[in-house]
């Protein structure tokens, strides 16, 4: 292998699961030395390539040639003997024993038998100090904070003789001085000839670490090049899939026709909640669609389970129908009447082993309910309708819903909520995993909904489903609403400027179009 | 993920291995109770039947919440020393200077209180496990240990014998024939199943064991109703215990109750109740434990000795296990 060779290849790599094609030809380079950022939303293949990568998965097809060799690990513990070393965003590594033992668990010295403490404790400060880490090693790992258990965990990955590190997401625990000394640490590795892939979301932080960047989407690698030469606008149209000037018009199934809005039904103003969210702001009215965009990890969720009082807020005020409110708990948000369908449909959403019948009425249930016995009647005349109306394909409805398809599932999810009658609807990427034609009646439906009166307050990664369907677009980045778009406003191009220059520039004008 | 929903999968024919998964417990008691009629002597009396019953009744009575538990994907292993507490408390009332000067009251304190106060015990594991968020096994471990030790406290570490017919109507009464405990157990059984299946109460139960975070995003009150779910354990346990000093004329807190928590999960797991939560059968439950029983009885009846009745038992729960492993979607 001579010193220009790429130190990985992998090229071509396909991957289904169970009818669905997570890679697709999908490629990656990494040179001996270098930082390579590795950029995606939700879905775009990123943690499968690294699984396939390190033998937590099989490939179906495709090549891997690392340091020069064509490469098949069995296991990540092979990958890892094979100088790939994987540092997960949760750390997997004991919390109960010692620093030094978690740098050398499964390779302990011995000396006549016995465990060889004095070496294993000096080699683990030595290799420590090296990314200026001076702690005691003879502590349990569970005492540092997280970012003193990430450096082990490196420096786990180093003195296994690591050529290639790989870190997804592990920024996203720390705090602004945590991540400087992450970024000397990856900095340094760089400098020892250590390569890195990171994994992350904040696209600020990869402008400052990374040499060069790859971009997949769906399943495929949409972009390589150095990250001097891509600026951000480019990197999010990248991510998005989305050419600056041309969106495709009406591939959607929201339709035109924007009635009139009525009186606010939520304002938000100043929410922090946690790490993630610093300064959000929405406000939706009676019949509108109010779209909520911003790349993975910006804080979409994190607002609309504020809302919903299933993380509360840490700051901020909330209003619902011109009242303060603060729900600490689901069931109060519900009784406000608002409704909440999760982005995760299996595990926010469906009970699976339950019917169709017993999953929508799951909301509305204690108000079909006199003496504590259900009014199975009036049970059975709801799901009818909403069957109906909804047009849910199921056998009957006693069918489990976990036979049922994405869509019809997501149809049920919504009828959950519509039969209690909310004021505020908040859907959480509404349409992922529903095939094309039940995506195009969802969003029709979701027009509909909003077209009777009620107020919708809809996160969604698809910029379509954001610039066709909404009629007022906020932008969070960062934690932070940067930009406020009337429809007209709401283009990709402008949303994608809001999310890329947090507002600075495009977005400012928008404000209060 | 196919678009068209699986409608008429199974269509018209029948489907026997799905049958006999779903009621495996059941087919195995009727080819037991068939071949006990055709082999065992003297099987066809009301005498067997009604030892049988009256053996399987307390097992049966605590299995019933014991099923609530798990409907919740939780499991409760303090029952038996719960029961030990009430088979304590009930005698203390009613030999008492007050429950002898007032029997007529104390009797009804000695079957009201006892089991409250299990109920109570329950309602602390159930506010112990969503308080703290332990796990139920855990949590309840808790109750397991210091129940018998309250138990033992309470009475001393003696046994208490006693002849009270009043009271001891609960295991050794009958009403037409039928021993009052399996009246008991019948009853509880049956509201049990209603209340499961025709409640708000217990759709919420299924609803928190079928998805937990599902449910509590819908409104449901989860930790309200693992609370309840516990108390009624607790309940159930209060009762058997009752029942058992009864039968014994005695109760003795080192031995009422002993290893009833894991008759009680036998039961229902041979019954058919998954152990994830979100399904339940109660009747599933009472076959499960009338199916326990019949085995015992069976290979004792025909000369098989205790110890090797119970590799059986452990066969029959290891069976069950594996049909409802078969009868899970891939």
Not at chain 1, 218 to 230: F, K, Y
Not at chain 1, 360 to 385: C, H, K, W
Not at chain 2, 212 to 218: D, I
Not at chain 2, 235 to 255: E, F, H, K, Q, Y
């Amino acid at each position: 292998m001579s010193p220009t060779d790429p130190l990985l290849v992998m090229r071509d790599v396909n991957k289904r699961f169970q009818g669905v094609q997570a890679l697709s030809a999908a490629s990656l380079e990494v040179e001996p030395g270098e930082i390579m950022a590795l950029v995606g939303e939700n879905g775009a293949g990123k943690s499968t390539m690294i699984k396939v990568l390190t033998g937590a998965y099989r490939r179906d097809s495709g090549s891997i040639v690392f340091g020069g060799e064509p490469v098949d690990f069995a296991s990540p513990q092979h990958a890892q003997h094979g100088g790939i070393s994987p540092i997960y965003q949760e750390i997997n590594l004991v919390p109960f024993r010692s620093v030094a033992e978690n740098i050398f668990l499964g390779r302990e010295y011995r000396r006549y038998g016995l465990l060889d403490w004095g070496r294993m404790n000096a080699e683990a400060a030595d290799l420590l100090r090296r990314f200026a880490v001076e702690i005691d090693v003879r502590r349990p790992l569970m005492d540092f904070s997280t970012a003193i258990q990430q450096m082990v965990a490196i420096a786990r990955a180093v003195s296994f003789k690591a050529r290639l590190v790989i870190m997804d997401e592990p920024t996203s625990s720390l705090d602004e001085r945590e991540v400087s000394v992450l970024f000397d640490v990856m900095r340094r590795l760089r400098a020892e000839g250590v390569a890195v892939i990171f994994i992350s979301h904040r696209l600020d932080e990869l402008y400052q670490v990374c040499d060069r960047v790859t971009v997949m989407r769906d399943g495929r690698t949409v972009m390589a090049g150095r990250m001097g030469d891509v600026d951000k606008l480019h990197l999010i149209a990248a991510m998005l899939g989305r050419d600056l000037e041309t969106v495709r018009a009406h591939s959607t199934g929201f339709s035109g026709a924007h009635a009139a809005a009525g009186e606010v039904v939520l304002s938000a103003e100043g929410l922090q909640i946690g790490r993630k969210v610093r300064d959000a702001r929405v406000e939706v009215r009676e019949r509108q669609i109010v779209g909520l965009a911003g790349l993975l990890g910006s804080g979409r969720t994190e607002v609309a389970r504020a809302i919903f009082g299933a993380d509360p807020a840490d700051a901020g005020t909330i209003e619902l129908g011109g009242r303060a409110v603060s729900p600490r708990e689901p069931a109060e948000a519900i009784a406000l009447g608002v409704g909440y369908c999760s982005e995760d449909r299996k595990a926010d959403g469906i009970v699976p082993d339950m019917s169709v019948r017993e999953n929508m009425t799951l909301g509305i249930l204690p108000r079909l309910t006199s003496m504590g016995i259900v009014d199975e009647a009036r049970q059975r005349e709801i799901v009818d309708r909403f069957m109906k109306r909804l047009a849910i394909k199921a056998s009957s409805a006693e069918q489990k819903i976990r036979e049922l398809s994405g869509g019809n599932q997501q149809k049920v999810l919504l009828a959950r909520w519509l039969c209690t009658d909310p004021k505020l609807l908040i859907l959480d990427e509404p349409t992922r995993g529903i095939d094309v034609g039940a995506k195009a009646e969802i969003q029709a439906l979701i027009r509909e909904l909003a077209d009777q009166g009620l107020g919708v307050l809809m996160i969604s990664s698809e910029l379509e489903e954001i610039t066709e369907g909404a009629d007022r677009v906020f932008v969070l980045s960062d934690g932070r609403t940067v930009a406020d778009l009337p429809h007209a406003e709401a283009s990709a191009a402008a949303i994608m400027a809001a999310m890329a220059h947090g507002g600075a520039e495009a977005g400012e004008e928008a404000v209060n179009g | 993920m196919a678009d068209a929903p699986t409608i008429g999968r199974k269509g018209a024919s029948f489907d026997v291995a799905a049958f006999f998964r779903r009621y495996a417990a059941l087919t195995a008691l009727i080819v037991l109770l068939a071949f006990n009629f055709a082999v065992t002597p003297n099987f066809a009396s009301w005498q067997t039947l009604n030892v049988n019953l009256t053996q399987v009744a307390t097992i049966v009575i605590v299995s019933v919440g014991m099923t609530l538990v798990i409907a919740t994907g939780g499991i409760d292993l303090s029952v038996g020393s719960l029961m030990a507490i009430s088979g304590a408390l009930a005698p203390m009332i009613f030999l008492s200077s007050f429950g002898l000067s007032y029997p007529a009251l104390g009797n009804a304190l000695a079957f009201v209180a006892p089991v409250a106060i299990a109920g109570m015990f329950g309602l602390f594991n159930g506010w112990f496990i969503t308080r703290f968020r332990v796990q139920p096994i855990v949590g309840t471990l808790v109750m397991f240990i210091a129940g018998r030790g309250i138990g033992q406290v309470l009475t001393n570490g003696n046994l208490q014998a006693f002849k009270n017919p009043t009271f001891q109507f609960i295991g050794l009464g009958r009403v037409f024939g039928v021993p009052c405990q399996v009246i008991i157990m019948l009853a509880l059984v049956a509201a049990a199943a209603w209340t499961l299946r025709s409640t708000l109460f217990g759709r919420q139960i299924l609803s928190v064991g079928g998805n937990e975070r599902a449910a509590w995003l819908s409104g449901v009150p989860v930790a309200s109703v693992k609370r309840w779910v516990y108390a009624i354990s607790g309940l159930c346990a209060g009762i058997a215990g009752l029942v058992v000093v009864s039968i014994n004329s005695s109760s003795d807190a080192n031995l009422v109750g002993l290893g009833m928590e894991l008759d009680a999960i036998a039961a229902v797991a041979v019954g058919g109740t998954p152990f994830t939560g979100g399904q339940a059968t109660v009747v599933g439950s009472l076959i499960g434990a009338l199916l326990i029983q019949l085995v015992r009885y069976t290979l004792l009846a025909n000369g098989v000795p205790d110890a090797a009745a119970l590799v059986v038992k452990g066969a029959i729960i290891a069976g069950a296990v594996w049909s409802q492993q078969r009868g899970k979607p891939t």
